[in-house]
Antibody
């Protein structure tokens, strides 16, 4: 059974750093793209970027490039979304998702990680 | 960036009735269009991809149609579990893939 299990919610202050995780199981982690999606409170969905665990090829939405970074650790089948300096506007739920095929929409999603940034 | 526009924002429907949701792209996305369902406190759930292909196990009352810039999701006879927010998403152009703003299907 394919599963994506995300790390727990975080409460942070502006300027702090953060890394959230997405641990995959039930399939060959290296051969499916992983994407990250942001959902701000009561709002719609935005793609942040995607990463191919096989070679760590990462592609970013220009709106997020330079603000976040994507990475993976193949040895533990885990993908990461990282911020170097959080802003209050980063407060949102973040989902990881497995793309169903090469450059196709995601068929499995993590449960979401709530990140709250406030002074 | 391709802008996806969904209408209506809210659709009030009685159980058993038909619901028709629309999605328009600001430029052609061919048939690279997906529909998702999201319920409160849950991640989105993929329903349809390539505009009209249902995911395995999706009830036949859900159907998708369209190509280019105009797309439709139809739920032929709404069940209680279908009341949710529905999003369309284009995956023809990166960066970035883009979602519509969502249509909330509520009980009339």
């Amino acid at each position: 059974e394919v599963q994506l299990v995300q790390s727990g919610g975080e409460v942070k202050k502006p300027g702090e750093s953060l890394r959230i995780s997405c641990q995959a199981s039930g399939y060959n982690f290296a051969t499916y793209w992983i994407g990250w999606v942001r959902q701000m409170s009561g709002k719609g969905l935005q793609w942040i970027g995607v990463i191919y665990p096989g070679d760590s090829d990462a592609r970013y939405n220009p709106s997020f490039e330079g603000q976040v970074s994507l990475s993976v650790d193949r040895s533990i089948a885990t993908a990461y979304l990282q911020w170097g300096s959080l802003r209050t506007s980063d407060t949102a739920i973040y989902y990881c998702a497995r793309l169903s095929g090469s450059w196709e929409p995601p068929d499995f999603w993590g449960q979401g990680t709530l990140v709250s940034v406030s002074s | 960036e391709i802008v996806m526009t969904q209408s209506p924002a809210t659709l009030s429907v009685s159980p058993g009735e038909r619901a028709t949701l629309s999605c328009r792209a600001s430029q052609s996305v061919s048939n690279n269009l997906a529909w998702y369902q999201q319920k409160p406190g849950q991640p989105p759930r993929l329903l349809i991809y390539y505009a009209s292909t249902r995911v395995t196990g999706l009830p036949a009352r859900f159907s998708g149609s369209g190509s280019g810039t105009e797309f439709t999701l139809t739920i032929s006879s709404l069940q209680s579990e279908d009341f949710a927010v529905y999003y369309c998403q284009q995956y023809d152009y990166w960066p970035p893939w883009t979602f519509g703003q969502g249509t909330k299907v509520e009980i009339k």
